[in-house]
Structure formats: structure tokens, C-alpha cells
């Protein structure tokens, strides 16, 4: 048949380039971020607390560190000492499993457009988005479970006896970070400041950052001795344009474990392999990864009624930790008013 006609393309190719595939778009994880960036500097001999070789829910695991312990003050020597020891405590890490299985069909992957390998990227990427949906939410609660329930007492916001939050008024909205830093010293916190915020505050944040140091309002100097991050599984009000989680440095800590049998890569174990990745998001440390070799009938998925299939699970264990103190609570809430 004349031009070409027994070649003419039923359907045009095309493929849509990975960076423009925005449903595969990643959150910040602002909270599980700000847990696991001091996690060594809370946790004394990380790696190797880490590295334990049993299975958490077959055993428990401690942090131990010394209290405040107050005594009353004398106003003159003693001949006879009796002064009083000092106190301990410690506490037990509750860890949570998280899983999530996927699978990779051969037939499938070699009469498809999406290769094996893109597939197989694809699928992981999928896992890492839920798995890091769940402990994100997990991470958010640890921070609300721990919310300190004293007022500060200051002038510059409102205590919230209920939600157990400050809030800041929006005519003070320009010195929202620094009260902030006002409040917090006032309950002795003097150091760098880890805040986990609605993702409504960034528009506050970079507006203040891009104020040149020569403008007569240059808010910048709020900024100093934070550390900010995003997250959008903190629930926010519809009173207040925006919800942040107040910690001083070096109060949050997570510890993430995967089993040995993944560590060490088994290999070849019946028809399963297991073994270790690579966080594709840069955040844990490693996650593990279960592969189970199967030949079955594929064929209402796309593939064929004897199809070579693996079948995949990633995981990872996650224990949040806030360290308990004598007085108050560590995490601090605040809140910015619509009025």
C-alpha cells in the first residue's frame, strides 16, 4: 500500500520527563527531619545502640541520664554533712514497625513502555512516599504528646490552657520569632532553636529573610539561632495563620533499625533475599528490603499466565524520643493568630 500506510503510528509515543512527573513530589518531613538531625548528639554511643542485633519488640531499650535534683539552700556551714545523692532516671524507647510491599512483574515490564528498571525506581519511590507519610504523622504526634502545659507568663501572647499553646497576636506578627526567643529564655533555653512549622510560615520566613540588613524594618535578625523546618502533617487551626513546635537544639532524637539478617545481606534464604538500601530521601540511615521470588499467574495484571514476579518489601523500625525533665515539658507550642 502507497505512502506507508502499513506503518502509520495508531498512537504517538511519548514519555513524560521524570522531573515533570509532580505526582511523585516529595513533603519536607520537617518533623521526622528535626528529630533525626541531633539524633548522635542526644543519644550517647548511637551507632552502636543502634546496631543491637535483636528484634525491638523482643526487647527493651533504655536511656539512662541523671535529673535536676533540688535541695534547700543553708545559710551557714555545718559541722555534720548529711547532704542529699543525686537522682537518675531513665527511659524506654517504643519502637514501631513500618512496611510496605510492592511487586515487579517480568512479562509485564518487557511488553511495557516503563521498563523494568523505571518500574522497579518508580516502586521504590512509591514505598519511601508512604512509609515517610506514616512516620511523619508519627513524628507530629511524639512532638504533641510532650507539649510543655505551663504558661511562660509574658505580655507578648496568649496562653491557651486547653491546646496548651502561646499565641501570638497577628498585630505582632513582624516579632513572631522573636518572641518566640523572648518565651523560651525565659524558661531557661538559651540555645540554637529547632522549630517545626505549618508550611503557612514559610511565606512570614521568607519575606522577613529577603529584607536587606540597610532596610529600616530588617527583620533578619530574628533568624540567627533557629533552625527551621516544614511540615504539613501538623494540624493547624483555622483561627491561626500558622502552628510551630519549639525545641532547644539537642532535645529531639530518633533511632531507626533495620534486623541483621538485612545488614548482612542473607542471601539466597528458600526463595528469599534480604537486604539493605540506601534512604532514598537522604534521611535514615538505611531501610531494609525483603525479596521474594515467585513464578504465578500475572496475567490480569498485564503479564502472563507463567510469570517470573518479585515481590518486595521495604521497612524500617522508628523509635521517637523527647527526654523527660523534672519541670514542665520539652516541646513548646506556638501559634499565630488570624487576629
Not at 521526622?32 to 543491637?52: H, S
Request: aromatic content about 12%.
Amino acid at each position: 500500500m502507497a505512502y506507508y500506510a502499513n506503518t502509520v503510528l495508531l498512537a504517538a509515543l511519548s514519555e513524560l520527563q521524570e522531573q515533570a512527573n509532580k505526582d511523585l513530589r516529595a513533603p519536607q518531613y520537617g518533623a521526622t527531619r528535626a528529630f533525626n538531625d541531633r539524633k548522635r548528639n542526644v543519644i550517647l554511643n548511637y551507632d552502636q545502640f543502634q546496631a543491637l542485633e535483636t528484634e525491638p519488640d523482643l526487647r527493651t531499650r533504655r536511656v539512662d541520664y541523671l535529673r535536676r535534683d533540688t535541695q534547700s539552700v543553708g545559710s551557714s556551714r555545718s559541722a555534720s554533712l548529711t547532704g542529699a545523692y543525686g537522682t537518675s532516671t531513665s527511659d524506654t524507647l517504643t519502637f514501631v514497625t513500618y512496611t510496605r510491599e510492592f511487586t515487579l512483574s517480568d512479562d509485564n515490564a518487557r511488553a511495557n513502555t516503563q521498563g523494568a528498571i523505571k518500574q522497579l525506581a518508580y516502586q521504590i519511590r512509591n514505598a519511601r512516599l508512604d512509609l515517610g507519610a506514616s512516620i511523619e504523622t508519627a513524628a507530629v504526634t511524639k512532638l504533641e504528646a510532650y507539649l510543655n502545659t505551663v504558661d511562660v507568663s509574658s505580655p507578648f501572647s496568649t496562653w491557651d490552657a486547653v491546646n496548651y499553646d502561646n499565641e501570638i497576636a497577628y498585630s505582632d506578627e513582624d516579632r513572631y520569632w522573636n518572641i518566640i526567643d523572648s518565651e523560651m529564655m525565659q524558661r531557661d533555653y538559651n540555645g540554637m532553636l529547632q522549630c517545626v512549622n505549618y508550611g503557612t510560615l514559610n511565606e512570614l520566613k521568607s519575606w522577613q529573610q529577603a529584607q536587606g540588613v540597610a532596610n529600616s524594618s530588617n527583620l533578619q535578625f530574628q533568624y540567627g539561632n533557629k533552625m527551621m523546618y516544614t511540615s504539613n502533617s501538623i494540624t493547624n487551626s483555622s483561627d491561626h495563620i500558622g502552628t510551630s513546635y519549639v525545641v532547644e537544639e539537642d532535645s529531639l532524637a530518633l533511632v531507626d533499625w533495620i534486623p541483621p539478617k538485612n545488614r548482612n545481606s542473607l542471601l539466597n534464604h528458600n526463595d528469599f533475599d534480604f537486604t539493605q538500601m540506601p534512604d532514598p530521601f537522604g534521611i535514615f540511615d538505611r531501610l531494609a528490603l525483603a525479596t521474594q521470588y515467585k513464578v504465578q499467574n500475572s496475567s490480569s495484571y498485564g503479564g502472563n499466565t507463567q510469570d517470573a514476579v518479585w515481590l518486595y518489601e521495604m521497612s524500617i523500625d522508628v523509635a521517637f524520643y523527647i527526654p523527660t525533665i523534672t519541670t514542665q515539658k520539652l516541646v513548646n507550642k506556638y501559634t499565630l493568630s488570624k487576629t
